[in-house]
């Protein structure tokens, strides 16, 4: 029978829930078991897909097309097991869900409450993403509620869990609450009191931890542990300290050192293997010892949140550590681009426009992008910054006058970029020829794969295929392909459904590293595996730096 861990979140959210949950299952898989984690989101939209980045950071897209919390991503990371749409659901989900039964009468006129009908809805949800992996039933599935303890919105989730909890049994669950302890800096100390509110919140609902996990800016020492085990009810050491690091990859090994493990192990009465973490220990000492370093600029519009980007920041950390290469990223706006210029630029070592949506700020991309191809900067374009590449290509190469894309100027005379429908020329000829313009034009999500082009750099890449994720409307238009190929641009990788341009380059005697896709590798990128694109890229940003040296 799988075994579900329950982690919650209290005093404030943004703490790591997600990171630690991730750690807990790398550690419970280095001991033999086999791991799913699930995330639970309190917000009534249905998906992510929709939300600005600002306030909900990226998007993580999963193998199968879903749109989902980028705590999905940070699961991917750390676990082998790949995440689908089940692994994700919201509290507008489980609406959903429930109003079309009630709507197809299944509850026989009943009236439809949250107890006992969402709370049953959300626990056959958790039960169905923990097998959501085919031919792989978990031993473990750690389930993260979002939200925080006392929160309205995650009320249900956690009244479910509690639901659950009972049913499964003694041995059947456990949870583990996370919560903040601040240091106060006039009193010199780090205060308990928000945790210890945070662990009665969460008892008069029902539920007891079995573990706390107590996040700082420094580690906390046993006088603290100790007060915190004793208003907690709670064993001195099912406390533990979870302090700020310079890297991710240093938790598991920090949480296992505390016997978090064996602590939710004995409480759901596994017996696993011991626990051999060699791989994360190899990870740190690579991520501490670095030989070489290189500066990279990602250039984007939504630098002042960081986490917009954090599957590409993982992406090249793991190709740091591939490349054993320190790698200083420099986040600049590209709307300031557009007013000072490129004095931002000139001492990067490669440049990166990574994915996006709208007008703002994209003549600054390809400012940036001008100056990456003509001053032979390392440069790696991924989605909105392959198609900016091929319409920066497209201007002050090919002469395409006014090139654009129909997103930001759809009466261009140059459509270098535009839904599939809008790829015809203006006069219909296309139709008096009796060809048909309904081609689709509708988001291409998940995984797709596609053969590449021999004798190209993506070929030196990925081999003989690609097999990536996308998310994404727009397409690089093929009627312009041909002018765009006579002047020395390439369309290394297509996809086979309707012939789709999925990676384009720069010949080589124009352009020592010059690479755009259309999908986002940096989803499938992994601290174990890297990605070979990233240290590809990252090899080219050293070729660079050593001859400007």
């Known amino acids: 029978m799988t075994k579900y861990i329950f982690v919650t979140g209290g005093v404030v959210s943004s703490l790591g829930k997600g990171i630690a949950a991730a750690s807990l299952g790398a550690i419970l898989e280095s001991r033999g078991l086999k791991v799913i984690l699930l995330k639970l ?17 990226e998007v993580f897209v999963t193998e199968d097309g879903a749109e989902t919390d980028l705590d999905l ?5 750390f676990i ?24 197809r009468g299944e509850y026989l006129g009943k009236t439809v409450q949250v107890i006992p009908h969402i709370t049953n809805e959300i626990q056959e949800f958790i039960e169905r993403g923990a097998v959501s992996t085919p031919g792989r039933k978990p031993d473990v599935a750690i389930v993260e509620i979002g939200g925080t303890v006392g929160d309205i919105e995650s009320l249900p989730f956690l009244e479910a869990s509690r639901q659950m909890s009972l049913r499964l049994g003694r041995h059947g669950s456990c949870f583990i609450h996370l919560t903040l302890v601040p240091f106060v800096a006039t009193a010199g100390e780090l205060k308990t009191k928000p945790t210890q509110h945070s662990v009665q919140k969460l008892r008069e609902i029902g539920i007891s931890p079995h573990v706390l996990l107590c996040r700082a800016d420094r580690q906390i020492q046993d006088v603290d542990r100790a007060k915190i085990s004793l208003f907690s009810n709670l064993p001195h050491d099912a406390v533990i300290s979870v302090w700020d690091v310079d890297s991710i990859y240093k938790i598991p090994q920090m949480l296992h050192n505390q016997g978090l493990d064996k602590i939710v192990c004995d409480a759901l009465n596994i017996a696993p293997n011991p626990a051999d973490l060699a791989l994360w220990s190899n990870l740190v000492y690579r991520l501490e010892h670095p030989a070489h370093e290189v500066t990279i600029g990602i250039v984007g519009k939504y630098v002042e949140l960081v986490e917009s980007y954090q599957s590409l ?15 200083n990223i420099e986040y600049i706006d590209s709307e300031k681009i557009e007013i000072e210029g490129i004095n931002s630029l000139i001492h990067l070592d490669a440049i990166l426009v990574p994915g996006g949506f709208g007008q703002r700020g994209t003549e600054g991309k390809i400012i940036a992008i001008r100056y990456a191809r003509e001053a032979k ?25 006014q090139a ?9 005379p140059n459509p270098i970029v535009a ?8 006069d219909g000829t296309l139709e008096k020829r009796g060809e048909s313009s309904n081609l689709g034009g509708t988001m291409r999500l998940g995984a797709q794969r596609c053969p590449v082009k021999p004798g190209t750099r993506a070929e030196q890449i990925y081999g003989n295929d690609v097999n990536e994720r996308h998310r994404h409307r727009y397409e690089v238009n093929n009627h312009f392909v041909p002018v765009l190929e006579a002047s020395g641009m390439i369309i290394s990788a297509r996809a086979p459904t309707q012939d789709l341009p999925e990676m384009m380059e720069l010949r080589a005697d124009l352009h020592p590293w010059f690479v755009g896709c259309q999908f986002h590798p940096e989803f499938t990128s992994t601290p174990h595996k890297g990605h070979p694109l990233f240290n590809d890229y990252l090899e080219a940003a050293l070729s660079y730096r050593k001859l400007l040296a």
Not at 43 to 54: A, E, K, L, Q
Not at 73 to 77: D, I, K
Not at 377 to 401: D, K, S, T, W
């Open 313 to 327: 920041i993982e992406a090249l950390r793991h190709a740091s550590l591939h490349t054993l290469t320190r790698v």
């Open 404 to 412: 654009n894309s129909t997103e930001f100027e759809p009466s261009t």
């Open 419 to 426: 839904l599939i429908t809008e790829w015809y020329d203006r």
């Open 41 to 57: 989101d309190p917000y009534i939209n249905v998906d992510s897909g929709t939300m600005s980045p600002f306030q909900h950071g």
């Open 80 to 103: 082998s097991t790949k995440t689908r749409r089940a692994n994700n659901f919201t509290t507008g989900q489980v609406y959903e869900s429930v109003i079309r039964k009630e709507r």
């Open 73 to 77: 991503g940070h699961y991917e990371r």
């Open 377 to 401: 900067v390392p440069y790696l374009g991924i989605c909105l910054g392959m198609q900016l590449a091929v319409i920066e290509f497209a201007r002050h190469v090919a002469n395409l006058h």
